[in-house]
T-cell receptor, first 114, second 114 residues
């Protein structure tokens, strides 16, 4: 049973639309992350947060934005979707206080922008 | 800078045969190493991890990986695979120079044939 939830699982949307990908976790983890996954490529970190009101950009430049108003919730927003945003987006969380803490992943949102 | 190289993008193997999935990393400091598995239409799950101590680490479902510092490798092995092992496997590294963010390889798709 998943402790980290992503919705929607699949989303097909037209160019120019605003979208929000939801991510929630019930484990009380302070650290949360968004990764972008394309076939045959490394997972790329696009955003992360180490706690409420803390957000940072990751290693891969992204036009998306994130917010962390509550510990359990870490939504990702695209103000104006483009075909280049087509990808799978994975949300993850980990415990604070342990530098080696492994990541717990949601099942992902597969986004297609037409 | 950290990087992870998974030398094989796809590995087809017959059921009950042994398998090795290769992973090399680059890091100038002490590292934490992980293998994650991704089954179809799911997020990643932690398979096993090396933090310190014994260089051979094992998972509950028969996989093992050996940390080799001199060769900067962390290959994953299983002596006899099952159909249910068909999945994508990701090697990952985390170290102090990267702020303990997790960096992933491009993945190896293991396909077990009957």
């Amino acid at each position: 049973e998943a402790d980290i939830y992503q919705t929607p699982r699949y989303l097909v949307i037209g160019t120019g639309k605003k979208i929000t990908l939801e991510c929630s976790q019930t484990m009380g983890h302070d650290k949360m992350y968004w990764y972008q996954q394309d076939p045959g490529m490394e997972l790329h970190l696009i955003h992360y947060s180490y706690g409420v009101n803390s957000t940072e950009k990751g290693d891969l430049s992204s036009e998306s934005t994130v917010s962390r108003i509550r510990t359990e919730h870490f939504p990702l927003t695209l103000e104006s979707a483009r075909p280049s945003h087509t990808s799978q987006y994975l949300c993850a969380s980990s415990e604070r206080g342990r530098e080696y803490s492994p990541l717990h992943f949601g099942n992902g949102t597969r986004l297609t922008v037409t | 800078a950290q990087s992870v190289t998974q030398l094989d993008s796809q590995v087809p193997v017959f059921e009950e045969a042994p398998v090795e999935l290769r992973c090399n990393y680059s890091s100038s400091v002490s590292v934490y190493l992980f293998w994650y598995v991704q089954y179809p239409n799911q997020g990643l799950q932690l398979l096993l991890k090396y933090l310190s101590g014994s260089t051979l680490v094992k998972s509950i479902n028969g996989f093992e990986a050996e940390f080799n510092k001199s060769q900067t490798s962390f290959h994953l092995r299983k002596p006899s695979v099952h159909i249910s092992d068909t999945a994508e496997y990701f090697c990952a590294v985390s170290d102090r120079s990267g702020g303990f963010k997790t960096i992933f390889g491009a993945g190896t798709r293991l396909f077990v044939k009957a």
